[in-house]
Every structure is written in C-alpha cells, then in structure tokens.
C-alpha cells in the first residue's frame, strides 16, 4: 500500500508544532484547563438513550467559566458519591476498558479516573492512551501513574500513528475488540485523514462499545464560508477547514459501520486563547472582531496576549454492534 503523503505531512506538522516546550506550557493555559473540566462532564453526562440538543438547544453561550472553580457553579462536574445513581445510563463506570485516542497530557482522562473507581479489588478497570506525541505522553504518565492512582486501575500510554502499516499487526493483537469506550477530544480537526483513522479506532471496540469524539466547530464550515479547504496556521499545524456534521455522520454510519450514530452541537462557550487560534478555529464574526480589536483582552503567566472568544463545540457518537 502507497503511504498517505499528506496524512504523513500532517503528523510532521503537529510533531513540530505540539513539542516538549508545548507539552510544559499546555496543562497550565486557562482554556485548556476550563475545556477539559468541560469536556469530562460532557462525556461523564451523555446518555446514549436520550436525542441529541437541536441547534436552538445548544445555541446558549455557557457562562462562569471559571478555571478556579472547575467549569464554575452552574457547570461543575459531578460529584462521585452520587454520580451512579444520578447517571445510571453514563458509559463510564468501574471495570471498563478505556482508550484516550490522541490522549495528550492526559487532563480529560485524569478527570474521569474518581469515577472509575470500585470498593471491590477485584473490579479491574483499565485505561489506554494513545498519541504520536511522546512529550506529551511522558505528562499522561505523571497524571495517571503513581500513588494517586488507586491499585484496582491500571493505566499505560503508548506512541502510535495508527495508520501507520508497520504497527498494523501489532496493534490488532494488542487492542483489537478490547475497549468499551473510545474517547478523543479537540483532535480530529488536526487528523488528515479522519475517515481512515476513525474506521481503525472501530476495529478497537468491543462490541457494544462506544466512541465519542468532542472537537471544535465552526458553523461556517458547515456552510462553505469560511476554513473549507485545508491550511495551515502560522505555527505549521494542520487544521482541516473545519468539522462537519453530515461528514462526521457519514464516517461513523456509512464508512465504519456503527450504529446508534450521531453529530451535533453540544454548547458554545466564552474562552481566552491566543489570536492564531482564532484566526484558524472560530466563524469569520469572531475573526472580524478580533482583528479589528472588538474583543476583550488580557496577558496569560507567560506574557502571551489572549482574547475572549466564543467557540462551539460538537459531540459525535457511534457505537459497534
């Protein structure tokens, strides 16, 4: 088989792009801190046997995000001593097998792990990460590694391009029908080819499992507006013109085969990231205003400018029956 160029491009991008410098300074920016509180309630919550939002439902702007206080009051994950019986339906639970694809640091993951956890020893739950980044790994074992971890939950990371033929067997006799949850968050924007990377993760599932995908979306994608052709920012990091509804439907139903599969906005959110970032994630509204200074500003810890801009986020789900 002729190797994918441009897939192999985009890994090299986001190689020199999302390095050991990026990996010291991630954890610590205030968007990453307050999206992945949110991100873990997103999936801590979803049930898979209610409907979706509609767009008119998931059109309000969540506020108080506060990165002192988790997502703030009204947005704050769920406590653990309730969560089962207040959740009976969530996916997560004690005894899973869990595989964070394109894990990063790990901060999504080490949110979920409290709600893991059982009183009974013998209820082993396992936890996977994966990425291409072994910086940003090195930061996932510290979180999920060590005495804060309890005994009954086990947690690894490996480096893997999945779509890579030379770890094909390998990563068949290693994962193939093991993980009742795949999860990746803010990554697929970043993934070449998608379509390709999400029917291996398909082959991961067990049956009856779930995969869930939380990334960034820009309304005006869906439309033809604005990002929807393929660039790259000034930092050299791919970014796929944008995410789409239909597209992330089609992928999950028709190309990999699940069922019970759907896409769609889950909320919009207020968050203070750099003017890159907005300039290759957020509708042409936000990147008018940002450029024509309309949009709050302060420095980050590192003397770095920020702006306070709305962003929306999607949820696309599909599950191997």
């Not at 660039?231 to 239909?246: C, E, F, I």
Request: hydrophobic fraction near 35%.
């Amino acid at each position: 088989m002729a190797p994918d160029t441009s897939h192999q491009a985009s890994v090299a991008a986001n190689l020199a792009r999302f390095n050991a410098e990026f990996a010291l300074r991630y954890d610590a920016q205030e968007a990453t801190i307050v999206l992945s509180s949110l991100f873990a309630k997103t999936l801590l919550e979803f049930n898979p046997h209610q409907p979706r939002k509609s767009s008119e439902e998931s059109n309000t702007v969540l506020g108080n995000l506060d990165p002192a206080n988790l997502c703030g009051p009204d947005n704050s994950l769920p406590d653990t001593a309730s969560f089962t019986t207040k959740f009976p339906h969530s996916l997560f639970k004690p005894g899973m097998k869990l595989l964070d694809f394109a894990c990063g640091t790990g901060l999504v993951t080490s949110k979920l792990i409290p709600y893991l956890v059982s009183d009974d020893a013998s209820v082993k739950t396992e936890v996977v990460g994966m990425d291409i980044n072994q910086a940003f790994l090195a930061k996932f074992d510290e979180k999920l590694k060590g005495k804060s971890i309890p005994a009954n939950i086990s947690a690894n990371s490996y480096v893997y391009d999945v779509l890579d033929s030379k770890f094909e067997d390998e990563l068949q006799t290693q994962f193939g029908n093991k993980f009742d949850c795949i999860i990746c968050t803010i990554s697929y924007h970043h993934i070449d080819n998608y379509q390709k990377v999400t029917k291996k993760l398909t082959e991961f599932l067990a049956p009856g499992g779930w995969i869930l995908i939380i990334d960034f979306y820009n309304e005006d994608a869906e439309f033809g507006l604005n990002g929807t052709k393929p660039k790259l920012n000034n930092d050299a990091v791919s970014h796929m013109g944008g995410l789409r509804l239909p597209a992330l439907n089609e992928t999950l139903h028709d190309y990999c085969h699940l069922e019970n599969v759907s896409a769609a906005r889950e909320y919009k959110c207020d968050i203070w990231q750099q003017g890159h970032f907005i300039d290759n994630h957020c509708t042409q509204d936000m990147i008018d205003k940002f450029h024509n200074g309309e949009l709050p500003s302060k420095k980050n810890q590192f003397e770095e400018d920020l702006y306070l801009v709305q962003v929306s986020i999607v949820m696309a789900v599909g599950q191997k029956l």
